[in-house]
């Protein structure tokens, strides 16, 4: 099982753009689906984005696409979100998650991934 750790969150304004890393703790991202999920103060937690590494499919929330991004670099065993256009509706916690299917050919952002990160804040404020 690889341990995945979480980087990039801080403070920017609306508007701003911000990029989250998911950093893989060996090679075999391919193994995986990569989830984004969020979760604001008194809110439920949002799936955001997803990709299923090996087929390089992706899937985003209606609440971020066209702004919202997922990739992979392989040779650095990371996945990022790269968030544009940001606004205080995007201010949450953000949730590196994953789920070990190499023959994943699609993700669903509503899916309930088994491994969770520790999460690392997002605020947008001016």
């Known amino acids: 099982q690889l341990q995945f750790v979480e980087s990039g969150g801080g403070l920017v304004q609306p508007g701003g753009s911000l990029r989250l890393s998911c950093a893989a703790s060996?090679?075999?991202?391919?193994?995986?689906?990569i989830y984004w999920v969020r979760q604001a103060p008194g809110k439920e937690r949002e799936g955001v984005a997803c990709?299923?590494?090996?087929?390089?499919?992706?899937n985003y929330a209606d609440s971020v696409k066209g702004r919202f991004t997922v990739s992979t670099d392989n040779a650095k065993n990371t996945v990022y979100l790269q968030m544009n256009s940001l606004t205080s509706d995007d201010t949450a916690v953000y949730y590196c998650?994953?789920?070990?299917?190499?023959?994943?050919?699609?993700?669903?952002?509503?899916?309930?991934?088994?491994?969770w990160g520790q999460g690392t804040q997002v605020t947008v404020s001016s």
């Open positions: 998650a994953a789920d070990r299917n190499p023959l994943a050919s699609s993700c669903s952002v509503r899916a309930t991934p088994a491994w």
């Open positions: 990709i299923a590494v090996r087929a390089g499919s992706t």
């Open positions: 060996r090679s075999g991202l391919n193994h995986y689906i």
